[in-house]
């Protein structure tokens, strides 16, 4: 993520300066980027400085622009058509990225950025911050399970063998499937994500084996576009072989304790825990709740999708 440029930092750009290092040598001396350095350089030359660059000059202007940044945000924040948008959709649990990157196509002339949002949401502070979508969760330390652990899963074709058409997301029919278990009952998720559009399909299994998976699997997805899923090496997923003659697709395993080599699926378990946290007890959970998440997630617009929605993407 990028952080402006501190006041030490400028300080050293100016000595620099003044010995004749190049931007290049600065940026490399500094850990940035040399167009990070030249446009320092550029929008911080003050006449009234007498020289190049100083960096006295160059953080008053920097802190003169981040206030009047902030009164335009705050300016924008008030209009009520920008306002009442934003109120709206984040109690429908968008992201402020999601807002403001949908807003300009359903209001016409109106657009806000998402760091004016967040700007504006932890002003007002936990009424509104509880409505942001989660925080990534913590890593896991590596290292802290047993990695000698053996696989039992049988033909299992590993992720390092998927081809780079699957991995850069370059054609539909890309699957990534997992479950989502609970302490509090027997019944369980199967969670299907397509790869390219993020397009979701939910079902509530009464128990998380390897035959309900199976048959979960094969009704969901008889109807779909399918060329290969990736799994992990829980035991459910035992059955990949029979599932790949039914639907006529590949199937491709996860390294080891590596969950993240299918953050599709992933991510989308993280949102849908927005609606079934943990220690919701899935029994109590009826279908049409399910199907529920599953149309508000597909018609919910992405940001890696140009805040389109999976549904619009796929079909």
Same mark, same amino acid.
């Given at each position: 993520?990028?952080?402006?440029?501190?006041?030490?930092?400028?300080?050293?750009?100016?000595?620099?300066?003044?010995?004749?290092?190049?931007?290049?040598?600065?940026?490399?001396?500094?850990? +940035?980027?040399?167009?990070?350095?030249?446009?320092?350089?550029? +929008?911080?030359?003050?006449?009234?400085?007498?020289?190049?660059?100083?960096?006295?000059?160059?953080?008053?202007?920097?802190?003169?622009?981040?206030?009047?940044?902030?009164?335009?945000?705050?300016?924008?924040?008030?209009?009520?058509?920008?306002?009442?948008?934003?109120?709206?959709?984040?109690?429908?649990?968008?992201?402020?990225?999601?807002?403001?990157?949908?807003?300009?196509?359903?209001?016409?002339?109106?657009?806000?950025?998402?760091?004016?949002?967040?700007?504006?949401?932890? #002003?007002?502070?936990?009424?509104?911050?509880?409505?942001?979508?989660?925080?990534?969760?913590?890593?896991? #330390?590596?290292?802290?399970?047993?990695?000698?652990?053996?696989?039992?899963?049988?033909?299992?074709?590993?992720?390092?063998?998927?081809?780079?058409?699957?991995?850069?997301?370059?054609?539909?029919?890309?699957?990534?499937?997992?479950?989502?278990?609970?302490?509090?009952?027997?019944?369980?998720?199967?969670?299907?994500?397509?790869?390219?559009?993020?397009?979701?399909?939910?079902?509530?299994?009464?128990?998380?084996?390897?035959?309900?998976?199976?048959?979960?699997?094969?009704?969901?997805?008889?109807?779909?576009?399918?060329?290969?899923?990736?799994?992990?090496?829980?035991?459910?997923?035992?059955?990949?072989?029979?599932?790949?003659?039914?639907?006529?697709?590949?199937?491709?395993?996860?390294?080891?304790?590596?969950?993240?080599?299918?953050?599709?699926?992933?991510?989308?378990?993280?949102? !849908?825990?927005?609606?079934?946290?943990?220690?919701?007890?899935?029994?109590? !959970?009826?279908?049409?709740?399910?199907?529920? !998440?599953?149309?508000?997630?597909?018609?919910?617009?992405?940001?890696?999708?140009?805040?389109?929605?999976?549904?619009?993407?796929?079909?």
């Amino acid at each position: 993520m990028y952080k402006h440029l501190s006041q030490e930092e400028r300080i050293q750009i100016q000595t620099l300066l003044k010995e004749k290092m190049s931007v290049r040598k600065i940026a490399e001396r500094l850990g +940035r980027k040399p167009s990070t350095i030249s446009r320092e350089i550029k +929008r911080n030359f003050w006449d009234a400085c007498r020289i190049e660059y100083n960096s006295s000059c160059a953080d008053r202007k920097y802190k003169e622009r981040k206030i009047k940044a902030n009164k335009k945000r705050i300016k924008k924040m008030q209009d009520q058509q920008i306002l009442s948008y934003t109120l709206s959709h984040l109690e429908l649990g968008w992201s402020p990225e999601q807002i403001a990157g949908r807003m300009p196509n359903d209001i016409s002339g109106f657009s806000v950025s998402y760091e004016t949002i967040y700007q504006y949401v932890y #002003k007002q502070g936990e009424s509104l911050v509880k409505l942001l979508p989660r925080k990534k969760p913590k890593r896991q #330390k590596r290292g802290m399970v047993n990695k000698n652990r053996k696989i039992l899963i049988p033909d299992r074709v590993s992720i390092d063998e998927r081809p780079d058409i699957i991995n850069k997301r370059k054609e539909y029919g890309h699957w990534e499937s997992d479950s989502i278990v609970s302490k509090q009952s027997s019944a369980s998720l199967n969670t299907m994500v397509e790869r390219k559009s993020g397009y979701l399909r939910l079902t509530k299994m009464d128990s998380n084996t390897s035959e309900n998976t199976k048959r979960t699997i094969i009704q969901k997805m008889a109807n779909m576009p399918i060329k290969s899923i990736t799994y992990d090496n829980g035991l459910e997923n035992y059955e990949h072989t029979f599932i790949n003659r039914a639907l006529g697709c590949n199937s491709y395993f996860c390294h080891p304790y590596h969950s993240w080599e299918k953050g599709s699926v992933e991510n989308t378990n993280g949102l !849908i825990r927005r609606y079934l946290p943990k220690k919701t007890d899935f029994n109590k !959970i009826s279908n049409e709740e399910i199907v529920s !998440i599953e149309n508000f997630l597909n018609n919910r617009p992405r940001k890696r999708l140009n805040f389109q929605t999976p549904s619009e993407v796929l079909f």
